[in-house]
């Protein structure tokens, strides 16, 4: 038997796994001035690198995870990290572009099968009541990953040459793939049963939530890929400060996503909808008084704290409401957020060359607003259609017997 503390340290593997493929994703942006020049290629042909990730995890992270269904979580994990450490190696050492462009799409590929898989791995090795926490906690990897991850990236790659970076994150890969193989336990069927199975399956839920978090994703992001530009033209912040600014919003994301774990497995649909309020209200305050520095600062780390911890809320709503297996919803989870975040910069950029960057959080406030409509009005109305007592597990959870209940929470795994 293994007992709840080496759980615990899977669980902070898993979350340093988390990290390393947020910051390997989107490594090139702050890189691009450094690696366009040593290809020979042009910052827009290196921003691809970015563009052609995204749009592999879309394509392959749904059948990669049908087709890897049967094989044993700690071998898939340990692999996909295992190849994920090989192609950014490959890409630290990349003489052409084609090379890099290669080693990163191969990245890309391992990237759904893992978020599709790490979720419900780390929550099958805890009690069924405290899930809500455990994808909490597993979300910090997530949330490290802008506001550590790449900052130092992009200053290893300013001291040492973009290819620095690289090697960086293709040694923690490593490191992080040894400690998923040794840490994480086996899983027994039963268990992998028990937390392949949402507790509320809804097929309905599930699609207006996919929906919602495309809106959700395409309006921040929409607004976040262009905030040091916003920050620079309409709040008046010198260049030096930009740094400052993203640490503080990063920061708040950190924390808010480590709080949001205490009151997310009460409340799951209420955090998410708390939170896109929250959002709502930062990007639109920022659209309406961003000229203000003294007011600029409060709303953009509202804007962090509450976009960080809605990621961690939509994650393990998916997981309550998923109509077939977790892995499945998550898988469609990464290609809802990976559709919005490129959605989102796209429309960014056509806002920014023709009506001005200080629209932009005003679009992405609107999206907010809509999905916000879109999750209340569906749940009103399914509630409308009701002529018994309402599904309170909603909104928040109360103590009911569930086939969880009929045993003793799981405090160990078997090896």
């Known amino acids: 038997m293994v007992h709840e503390r080496r759980a615990v340290y899977a669980l902070a593997a898993l979350s340093a796994a988390t990290f390393c493929y947020v910051t390997t994703e989107v ?7 450094l690696i366009a020049p040593d290809l020979g290629r042009s910052r827009s042909e290196a921003g691809l690198l970015v563009t052609g990730y995204a749009v592999v995890v879309m394509i392959v992270a749904l059948p990669l995870t049908r087709v890897t269904r049967r094989v044993p979580r700690r071998p898939l994990l340990a692999g996909a990290l295992g190849v994920f450490a090989a192609a950014t190696t490959v890409s630290a050492f990349a003489t052409s572009y084609e090379v890099l462009l290669a080693a990163r799409l191969v990245s890309a590929t391992t990237n759904g099968v893992f978020w599709a898989v790490v979720f419900p791995v780390a929550i099958s090795m805890f009690p069924a009541n405290i899930r809500g926490r455990i994808v909490a906690r597993l979300s910090i990897g997530n949330a490290l990953g802008p506001v550590l991850g790449v900052p130092l990236s992009t200053w290893l790659g300013g001291q040492a040459g973009w290819r620095a970076a690289f090697v960086a994150m293709a040694v923690f890969g490593f490191v992080t793939c040894i400690a998923v193989a040794l840490l994480l336990p086996s899983v027994t069927p039963q268990q992998q049963s028990a937390g392949d199975i949402g507790p509320m399956p809804d097929r309905p839920r599930f699609v207006v939530l996919l929906f919602a978090t495309i809106l959700a994703v395409t309006g921040a992001m929409g607004a976040f890929t262009y905030m040091t530009v916003f920050l620079l033209d309409v709040s008046g912040f010198a260049a030096a400060s930009l740094g400052l600014l993203l640490f503080v919003q990063g920061s708040f994301g950190v924390a808010g996503t480590w709080a949001v774990g205490r009151v997310l497995d009460r409340f799951p649909l209420g955090v998410v909808l708390v939170l896109l309020g929250l959002l709502t209200a930062a990007m639109l305050g920022l659209y309406g008084v961003g000229a203000s520095k003294a007011l600029t600062i409060p709303l953009l780390a509202v804007a962090g704290m509450s976009f960080s ?26 290609v809802a957020f990976n559709f919005g975040l490129a959605a989102g910069s796209l429309i960014g950029a056509g806002l920014l060359a023709t009506a001005g960057v200080r629209v932009i959080p005003l679009f992405g406030g609107l999206l907010t607003a809509v999905a916000i409509a879109l999750l209340a009005g569906h749940e009103m109305s399914r509630r409308r259609g009701r002529n018994h007592t309402p599904d309170h597990s909603s909104w928040s959870v109360r103590p009911t017997p569930s086939r969880d209940a009929e045993k003793p929470p799981a405090t160990s795994v078997r090896t």
């Open 309 to 334: 911890s809605l990621i961690a809320g939509i994650q393990h709503r998916v997981m309550q409401v998923a109509p077939s297996t977790t892995d499945m919803a998550s898988a469609s989870l990464s």
């Open 27 to 33: 490594l090139p942006i702050g890189l691009l001035t």
